[in-house]
């Protein structure tokens, strides 16, 4: 939690189990998607018996969940130099999500009016994991302040993220208009993301071979604790400053163009005309709108650098 603290004894941890931390945070959880019935079972937001209001009271602007892994595969630490120094080798993940209440409002409510507009803004989820090789030092600097920094060395495993920004929709009478900016990054050695017709990503035919290193990076970790009086210590870090370069990077993107509904043509229930009947215009339409809302394969094998998830932790002790 902070690379001051020093541990009372040396220490040596055992092999995977010595450490394993699973956390999420968010402002959003199972609570607000999953409600009870009287019959003691659960339900979905999109039953009919829970009301709008009830739903969307409950959400956000931006509802974020953030799920993080830190799993410890070797570490120890020991007195020398005039400190206390560690070493850590370890498994690390991070994936955060954020959906807009907008998003949950047109799952649950759809169009309430002659014309209504949903502006979702941006949307996406990414997941960063590597391992990671660290080196620690601390030390006494006076009878008070203590302070410490963490160096770490990064292996990429596997870095992904998609994204919607600018996104509307607007449901009338007359017509539907989706138009959003979609973008996905996939870094991962040994991974193939082939493309279909018209360029556009084949999801159903990644695969995955030979998996590697994909990344390489550097990071760091400072922190300091400080006595305010006797018995009270004050502490602060700021963990993950840096960064990984990626390789092996997959780069998609929409067309960046509206997606337009105005209604079924020639709709027929005889056979007369195949295409004409409301299944087929139905199947077809569905493939209209994937074939917009699909990724289209700009670059692949390229390279791509991103900032580490940094975070600030600040504590209290009184003893």
Do not use: C
């Amino acid at each position: 939690m902070n690379p001051a603290l020093e541990s009372d004894k040396a220490y040596f941890s055992i092999p995977v189990l010595g450490n394993i931390n699973i956390g999420t945070r968010g402002n959003i959880g199972l609570g607000n998607f999953l409600y009870p019935t009287a019959n003691g079972g659960l339900t979905t937001f999109m039953n009919s018996s829970i009301s709008a209001d009830e739903f969307l009271n409950g959400l956000s602007t931006n509802n974020k969940l953030a799920m993080n892994l830190d799993m410890s595969i070797l570490s120890a630490g020991f007195r020398a130099w005039g400190g206390f120094n560690t070493i850590d080798i370890g498994l690390r993940s991070h994936t955060s999500v954020n959906i807009p209440k907008d998003m949950l409002e047109l799952m649950k409510v759809g169009q309430s009016g002659p014309t209504t507009v949903y502006d979702m803004g941006d949307m996406g989820m990414s997941s960063a994991n590597y391992v990671e090789v660290a080196l620690g030092h601390s030390r006494q600097i006076n009878d008070k302040l203590r302070v410490g920094a963490k160096v770490k060395f990064l292996l990429g495993g596997m870095y992904a993220d998609m994204s919607l920004k600018n996104t509307h929709v607007t449901l009338s009478e007359n017509e539907w208009v989706v138009s959003a900016n979609g973008e996905m990054n996939i870094a991962a050695k040994g991974m193939t993301v082939p493309e279909k017709d018209g360029g556009l990503v084949d999801f159903d035919n990644i695969s995955y071979d030979s998996p590697g290193l994909s990344g390489f990076g550097l990071g760091i970790d400072l922190g300091a604790t400080y006595e305010v009086i006797d018995n009270l210590t004050v502490s602060a870090a700021i963990k993950d400053l840096g960064f990984i370069g990626w390789s092996n990077n997959t780069y998609a993107s929409t067309n960046n163009e509206p997606w337009r509904f105005d209604g079924f043509e020639n709709l027929t229930f005889s056979d007369d005309k195949e295409e004409d009947k409301l299944e087929n215009q139905l199947d077809a339409l569905g493939d209209e709108f994937e074939d917009y809302a699909n990724l289209h394969r700009r670059s692949t094998g390229e390279k791509l650098s991103k900032a580490l998830a940094a975070t600030l932790v600040v504590g209290a002790e009184y003893a």
